[in-house]
């Protein structure tokens, strides 16, 4: 049984202050709880160790959004699995359509991110997505499949305990638009027939798959509740403390 995993990305928003007063107030909404569901928050670097000093007594795990495949040395601007696990960080975000978009992130880089940092004992949360055009074009299910395939070749059966898939539609990340769940859900069921077909045992492993695109408190209960959608990356109403603390809630009600 796959149980619920609720991530927020900050993106770069909530610098060390203001990552200070965000987590606090998570940690008054969670500390002290027994969660069915894991939850992870996503700070950019610089704010890790003041979410990390705020959440150690709460159910609350910290993770990063993005990590270099070099181990240390001249990559100036970069940070390494070792640095991130010694911030006090469990996860990581990768290949997320942003850092597609703009920062030169290819499926080759991606792969290579995502072995290292499970290589390295860090929990992926690994994202793809289709855009509008693809999806348009009726494409998304063959775009999302290359996207998956391009790092879980490189991957053994033996990783899948480490990776989490989040499917965030582009169209629908940070636009207010959301896929419906029967569109969410087909999507999921999609991706977890082909993670079965690619690897044979990974019906037991039960790797999570995510809904990420304008996931809120208003739309978490139907896209939680589908078949297989096992979480959501969440962006902007994760940087409100009630509003993720609701959503983790409402999951935690999915899973009574
Ligand atoms: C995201 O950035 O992963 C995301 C899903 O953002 P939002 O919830 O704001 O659409």
Redesign the pocket.
């Known amino acids: 049984m796959r149980s619920i995993l609720i991530a927020g990305?900050w993106?770069m928003n909530a610098g060390p202050v203001e990552a200070d007063k965000l987590s606090a107030g998570i940690n008054e909404k969670l500390a002290g709880r027994t969660l069915k569901s894991d939850v992870v928050v996503c700070p950019p670097f610089v704010s890790l160790h003041a979410a990390v000093k705020n959440l150690k007594d709460s159910p609350v795990q910290v993770g990063a959004q993005n990590v270099h495949f070099e181990n240390n040395g001249a990559y100036t601007g970069e940070i390494s699995t070792s640095m991130l696990q010694e911030a006090g960080c469990k996860y990581v975000?990768l290949g997320?359509?942003?850092r597609r978009e703009y920062f030169g992130d290819t499926d080759e880089v991606i792969a290579k991110k995502v072995k290292k940092a499970i290589a390295d004992g860090l929990n992926v949360i690994f994202?793809v997505g289709e855009k509008l055009e693809e999806r348009k074009q009726e494409k998304h299910q063959k775009v999302v499949m290359g996207q998956i395939k391009a790092v879980i070749e490189h991957l053994t059966e033996e990783d899948a305990s480490q990776l989490t898939i989040?499917y965030?539609p582009v169209w629908?990340?940070?636009?207010?638009e959301t896929a419906t769940p029967e569109q969410a859900q087909e999507m999921h069921q999609f991706i977890r027939n082909y993670l079965n077909e690619m690897w044979s045992t990974v019906q037991l492993s039960g790797v999570r798959i995510l809904y990420?695109?304008?996931?809120?408190p208003a739309n978490a209960e139907e896209l939680l509740k589908q078949e297989d959608v096992d979480g959501?990356?969440?962006?902007?109403?994760?940087l409100d403390a009630e509003s993720f603390s609701t959503i983790v809630d409402i999951a935690e009600k999915i899973q009574s």
């Open positions: 990305n993106k975000i997320h359509s942003e994202c989040a965030e629908a990340i940070g636009t207010g990420g695109g304008s996931m809120k959501g990356l969440i962006g902007g109403a994760s």
